[in-house]
């Protein structure tokens, strides 16, 4: 229930307002200003009923007292002496409704009900805004190798500095997330940042995208359209993928950076455009430019600042961690109970090469949290590609038994193989075996296999 405080001068006016309220809320009462600010940070309130003239208090100056403290609380002010000015100020200073006296006890609870169910759904904005900006920079927080570690230390150096970045590297490096990176810590974090893929347009449809188009500029152009450059405006634009842009649009790219005009297609007009420009890429621009595929003077300006994302490869400090978000990711995304990897598993990771970076060590936890049915990932989970043919014979759930051997010699296979399977779990391995732990532990020390 929640919590609702009335601060009043007037006793009959609290009596009132408790006796309507009580059975909608927990109410709080009092005619003293000093206790309510006390009531208000000692109970966790959620509204305060806050009349404009109490005594020796101005309502407008205990109104910025409670928004100054804690701007979450609701506050509706309330008067028997309303004017037109005293409402406009009061809803200026953060009140969320101006009522005057005597008060409609219906019309106020749905109104307290609807300030209520506002805030409610403001909370949940901000949640979500929170979690959104946590999964921008999860990837951030889990690397802590000391080529990404030189990697943040430039985006800290130019996120507020309007210059150009070239951001390179393989594929699934994360170069997309260093972009966002840029603009989410920069001044211009408030605004847009727009995306695109130059590799994913076709060339003939790429100018349309970056200028946009005015209305009949061209066959199908039912509508004025606006290009990235102009969605732009004022925030970051993120050229993915740049060296695959053709020679004839890298021509006007390269005067939209020195110009900051654009011409949408159709249209005679100039529009100024402020925006922080952001390019990557997974191709050599120095020999793209040595083969004539990339302007030579478009590098430059491009290349203002280069960032080089490290491959997975040379960072493989940063596996176990990466690997362990990505379990708690999908676990959840799966609604499923997968806590962790097996040593075993884990060393099969840290020593792949990883020609698809990040991504293909997201993609292979993915597949490995949905296919297992196990609380911990076993290297049977992992694609076998990955898997050295050593581990593989591990694997093998049989286990070889000849003509000639011993019981003792058969048992010694069987415990081993099953240990190796359990991640050398004693107690998985003993409930597998269908014996005790202690008797397993006696047939280790009998068998001298302890270590």
């Known amino acids: 229930m929640y919590n609702i405080l009335v601060i009043d001068d007037e006793v009959s006016i609290l009596t009132a307002l408790r006796f309507a309220l009580e059975d909608h809320f927990n109410v709080y ?23 404009q003239y109490l005594g020796d208090y101005k309502g407008i100056e205990v109104l910025n ?53 506002y805030q409610s759904l403001s909370d949940e904005v901000q949640d979500l805004t929170r979690k959104i900006n946590e999964d921008k920079f999860d990837l951030k927080m889990v690397s802590s190798s000391h080529a990404m570690n030189e990697v943040f230390k430039m985006i800290d ?28 810590t920069s001044r211009r974090k408030n605004q847009n940042m727009e995306i695109i893929n130059c590799a994913a347009i076709p060339h003939n449809l790429l100018e349309s995208e ?51 005009t654009i011409t949408p297609l159709g249209s005679e007009k100039s529009i100024p455009v402020d925006f922080r420009l952001v ?32 491959p997975l490869r040379n960072r493989r400090d940063d596996i176990p961690a990466l690997t362990k978000h990505f379990i708690n990711k999908y676990s959840k995304a799966f609604n499923k109970d997968v806590t962790g990897i097996s040593r075993t598993a884990i060393e099969v990771l840290e020593n792949h090469d990883y020609p698809g970076n990040v991504r293909e060590l997201q993609n292979i936890i993915e597949r490995a949290v949905a296919l297992t ?23 093998s759930e049989n286990v070889p038994i000849y003509i000639g051997d011993t019981i003792e010699s058969a048992e010694q296979k069987l415990i081993l193989a099953t240990l190796e399977y359990c991640d050398n779990n004693k107690r998985k391995t003993a409930q597998m075996l269908g014996m005790s732990e202690r008797h397993l532990y006696n047939k280790l020390n009998q068998y001298n296999l302890k270590n």
């Open 29 to 51: 009462t009092t005619t003293d200003v000093p206790e309510g600010l006390d009531i208000i940070n000692n109970k966790d309130i959620d509204l305060v009923l806050l009349d």
């Open 373 to 395: 049915d196990k609380n911990i990932i076993q290297v049977q989970d992992l694609p076998n590609e990955i898997i050295p043919n050593t581990h593989r014979v591990a694997l």
């Open 157 to 184: 150096r130019v996120k507020n500095v309007d210059i150009n970045v070239l951001i390179s590297g393989e594929s699934g490096t994360g170069k997309e997330l260093i972009a966002r990176a840029i603009h989410e």
């Open 65 to 117: 007292t409670i928004k100054s403290q804690n701007n979450r609380v609701i506050v509706i002010a309330m008067t028997a002496y309303g004017s037109i000015e005293d409402s406009i100020e009061a809803i200026q200073r953060g009140a969320y409704y101006y009522i005057t006296k005597p008060l409609d006890i219906n019309g106020l609870i749905s109104l307290i009900n609807k300030a209520l169910e």
């Open 210 to 260: 970056l200028f946009g188009y005015e209305k009949g500029a061209f066959t199908g152009a039912n509508n004025k359209y606006k290009g990235k450059f102009e969605l732009a405006d004022k925030g970051t634009l993120f050229l993915d993928e740049i060296g695959d842009m053709d020679l004839q649009l890298q021509a006007k790219l390269l005067r939209v950076i020195q110009e900051k």
């Open 279 to 310: 390019a990557a890429t997974n191709l050599n621009l120095i020999a793209e430019v040595k083969k004539g595929n990339f302007r030579e003077d478009l590098f430059f300006r491009l290349n203002v600042v280069n960032i080089e994302t490290p």
